[in-house]
């Protein structure tokens, strides 16, 4: 074979694989998949470890990532696959209750390598499951408790189909505005004198009444490693909420603050995520949860938390910087919202403990501290922010502690 036609082959089973890494979930882009290829362009290729170090480099982010590709460079990079052993593994996978076990081929990415052609099938009655609607509501019944990092790739979109028809619905406040209304409780002296003059000496006291409205709320989420999965599902939850009401605020950090309310008022739920995608620097990075917090507090706060504002606060608590400045950021945060709410998904774990030096920072001055992993997660907080104030179990129960 002439070298361009092996240059040619090559450049298609790397396209090929990062196709296959994309469809598992890892971020791949066009720009990665031609940074690959010049990489192996300089190095062995009949060497399979220098070949399988060089891809990982340029395709692994994040050491939770390693396995998934070791797999798939294994399944992927075989000249010869076995068509039955392919398709045993990827039965295996299908039925594992969890993705802990560590024998079995992740779940997503037999998926993918089903889609990719990579075995003839997944499961011998796949045609008959397709049309089999008894156990569909039994289903989704199971999909609003799963935790969003355990899904499979169809269970996380239809997971974000569901989220796009959740809700906020905050109860309205009354603002200092006023608007007339014949049954106001005071006088419009205003409008009174107006009429008074236009009929001609003829008293008809106008009345009206305070208006209400909706209260801004403001989203601080955490996207730095260790969050990764819950926030990009969280983003699909944040482009619903902003997309049905008005006067939401949110910000995006790791080791920044980034300002992604305008991205996400775009109605196509794809392209306001891409816009993000694009707008923000420090994905899957580090967090400094105080240096940001104090950023906000310092340029944005006064712009958004008028008005009985009530923030969402989203992040693990787990703070690079070892909490330092974090109190005191937390605490001046609380005092210039209505309500500050935690949203933290380590409390998916009975056995979680707030031992780390930044949740114990926080949870003096949070007013709720709540779970965020499930569907059931965030219809449980709308239940509380439209009912009366009070703490959750899991506030309760930290917050107790924390003060102990």
């Known amino acids: 074979m002439t070298e361009n036609g092996t240059s040619g082959a090559l450049a298609r089973n790397v396209m090929g694989f990062a196709r296959l890494l994309r469809r598992a979930g890892l971020p791949i882009g066009p720009g990665k998949v031609l940074i690959a290829i010049d990489a192996l362009a300089v190095i062995d290729l009949t060497r399979r470890d220098d070949v399988y170090w060089t891809l990982h480099a340029v395709f692994v982010e994040r050491h939770i990532q390693s396995e998934l590709f070791a797999v798939a460079f294994d399944r992927f990079w075989i000249s010869r696959p076995d068509a039955d052993e392919t398709t045993s593994i990827l039965d295996a996978a299908v039925d594992q209750p969890s993705l802990q076990a560590e024998e079995l081929l992740p779940r997503r990415l037999a998926e993918a390598m089903a889609d990719a052609g990579l075995a003839e099938k997944i499961r011998p009655d796949d045609a008959e499951l397709a049309f089999d609607t008894s156990d569909t509501w039994s289903a989704l019944e199971r999909l609003r408790s799963k935790d969003f990092e355990t899904m499979s790739a169809a269970e996380l979109a239809a997971t974000k189909r569901a989220m796009a028809s959740l809700s906020l619905p905050i109860p309205e406040l009354p603002s200092r505005r006023f608007r007339p209304h014949a049954a106001g409780r005071r006088i419009d002296m205003r409008s009174t004198l107006r009429n008074t003059v236009r009929a001609g000496g003829s008293i008809d006291l106008k009345r009206k009444k305070r208006v209400r409205r909706h209260p801004p709320l403001v989203v601080l989420c955490d996207i730095s490693g260790s969050m990764e999965a819950y926030a990009r599902m969280m983003l699909h939850f944040l482009h619903a909420i902003t997309n049905d009401r008005d006067r939401v605020h949110t910000f995006l950090f790791g080791t920044r603050l980034t300002n992604v309310s305008h991205h996400l008022e775009h109605t196509d739920p794809d392209v ?20 940001t917090l104090s950023t906000f507090n310092r ?19 787990l703070d690079r910087d070892g909490g330092e400045g974090l109190a005191e950021e937390v605490e001046r945060l609380q005092k210039s919202c209505r309500r500050l709410i935690w949203l933290n998904p380590l409390l998916r774990f009975d056995e979680f403990q707030p031992k780390s030096a930044g949740i114990k920072a926080m949870l003096p001055y949070v007013d709720d501290f709540r779970p965020v992993h499930s569907l059931d997660s965030l219809t449980d907080l709308a239940a509380s922010l439209t009912g009366p104030p009070g703490l959750s179990p899991w506030s309760q129960q930290y917050l107790r502690d924390s003060h102990a």
């Open 272 to 291: 306001a995520l891409s816009r993000v995608g694009r707008a923000v620097k420090d994905w899957s990075g580090g967090t400094r949860i105080g240096e």
């Open 299 to 317: 340029h944005w706060s006064r712009r958004v938390l008028g008005q009985g504002a009530i923030v969402l606060l989203i992040t693990d608590g």
